[in-house]
């Protein structure tokens, strides 16, 4: 049986290790996305006097990019900091630019934005959704499905070929052998790894699963007693409105002018969610002084004028979970940082058992 194990481990570890080692790293770099936006954003500007109207910016920007699609506006309290005007270019292409709120005009290009979208297409599909081809992007989700499923199967039996070598003293699986020397080392540090490693790995497997499969998501919705599981729209995608409708860029400004009524100018940061009616607007409000996760959902109707909580499906509630629980956001900073090493460990898991299979080879 151990036999059968070994190579079924070895097997899969190679057919899968390109895969996995693209998910393994993309999943590092996004635990950290926020971070990484921040610092590597040039996102300021020179402060003036007062920012243009809303409307006034989209205007003046629009002649940039003419016929843009608006999917998200991001407004920063600080005087110094860029407006964030993301959407669709002309030729369909997903595009994010930082506006001169005093100007209108467009002080940069978004390239953190542009570069976290990549790496996301990376994690989901392997990219391959870029081609804009559906058959290679359900194949690429497929791929990374399967590799899911594969990662979670090495992890099983390679704990089980490792628990076997130990059986009689099994204390010592549990150490790292830091007196081996070479071969002994690597593979002391492969199950070591392996085992501290796997339990987390093995929630990100199980986790990430959900999004992979729906019939799994439905399970696991069912159990919170929730029959549908929420989609989220590909942020890529076309989505909100176009900049040359006019009623909908005045329906943005007044939903900022009912914003700003209710709540006043001190807030940290405001997103607008741009959808295709342009009259109903859903706000990522972020308050001042608050966390990414204290942040508020609303929704302005720019027609009764009203302002309130969005109150979003349970199935998104479950679905926001599992991200949590899948990047180990659920843990705080503590857990973000233990899930992204874990993550980074599948780099050296594949090569440390990659050299062991190569030094077995060569004697």
Same mark, same amino acid.
């Given at each position: 049986?151990?036999?059968? @194990?070994?190579?079924?481990?070895?097997? @899969?570890?190679?057919?899968?290790?390109?895969?996995?080692?693209?998910?393994?790293?993309?999943?590092?770099?996004?635990s950290y996305h926020d971070e990484i936006i921040d610092i590597f954003s040039k996102?300021?500007?020179?402060?003036?006097?007062?920012?243009?109207?809303?409307?006034?910016?989209?205007?003046?920007? +629009?002649? #940039?990019?003419?016929?843009?699609?608006? +999917?998200?506006?991001?407004? $920063?309290?600080?005087?110094?900091?860029?407006y964030v005007i993301s959407g669709? #270019?002309?030729?369909?292409?997903?595009?994010?630019?930082?506006?001169?709120?005093?100007?209108?005009?467009?002080?940069?290009?978004?390239?953190?934005?542009?570069?976290?979208?990549?790496?996301?297409?990376l994690h989901k599909n392997l990219a391959l959704s870029l081609f804009k081809n559906e058959n290679l992007s359900k194949f690429a989700s497929e791929l990374v499905a399967l590799s899911t499923l594969a990662?979670?199967?090495? @992890?099983? #039996?390679?704990?089980?070929?490792?628990?076997?070598r130990f059986r009689s003293r099994v204390g010592e699986a549990f150490k790292l052998n830091?007196?081996?020397?070479?071969?002994?080392f690597l593979y002391s540090l492969h199950g070591f790894l392996g085992i501290y490693l796997g339990v987390i790995l093995s929630v990100i497997c199980i986790s990430g699963l959900y999004f992979s499969y729906e019939s799994f998501a439905k399970v696991?919705?069912?159990?919170?007693?929730?029959?549908?599981?929420?989609?989220?729209?590909?942020?890529t995608n076309k989505n909100g409105f176009s900049l040359s409708d006019e009623q909908k860029v005045a329906n943005l400004k007044k939903a900022y002018e009912i914003f700003i009524s209710k709540f006043g100018g001190e807030f940290e940061a405001l997103n607008f969610i741009a959808n295709s009616g342009g009259v109903k607007f859903m706000l990522f409000y972020l308050p001042k002084g608050a966390s990414e $996760?204290?942040?508020? $959902? @609303?929704?302005?109707?720019?027609?009764?004028?009203?302002?309130?909580?969005?109150?979003?499906?349970k199935s998104f509630e479950i679905y926001k979970f599992m991200i949590d629980l899948h990047a180990g956001y659920i843990f705080g900073e503590l857990g973000k940082f233990i899930f992204c090493l874990a993550s980074c460990g599948v780099v050296l898991l594949l090569f440390s058992g990659g050299a062991i299979y190569y030094k077995r080879c060569k004697n």
């Open positions: 049986m151990i036999k059968i @194990l070994k190579k079924f481990h070895l097997i @899969l570890a190679f057919i899968f290790a390109l895969p996995l080692l693209v998910l393994s790293i993309s999943g590092a770099i996004i996102d300021e500007v020179v402060a003036g006097k007062k920012p243009l109207e809303i409307d006034e910016i989209l205007k003046i920007f +629009s002649k #940039s990019e003419p016929n843009f699609n608006l +999917s998200y506006l991001k407004i $920063r309290a600080e005087a110094n900091k860029a669709t #270019s002309e030729n369909g292409e997903f595009e994010s630019f930082f506006i001169d709120p005093y100007t209108g005009e467009i002080s940069g290009i978004n390239k953190a934005e542009k570069f976290i979208g990549l790496v996301l297409n990662l979670l199967f090495i @992890l099983i #039996s390679g704990a089980a070929i490792y628990f076997w830091l007196k081996a020397k070479k071969f002994a696991i919705n069912q159990i919170y007693g929730e029959e549908k599981v929420f989609k989220k729209p590909n942020f $996760r204290d942040g508020v $959902r @609303l929704l302005v109707d720019t027609k009764s004028e009203q302002i309130s909580k969005n109150a979003m499906p």
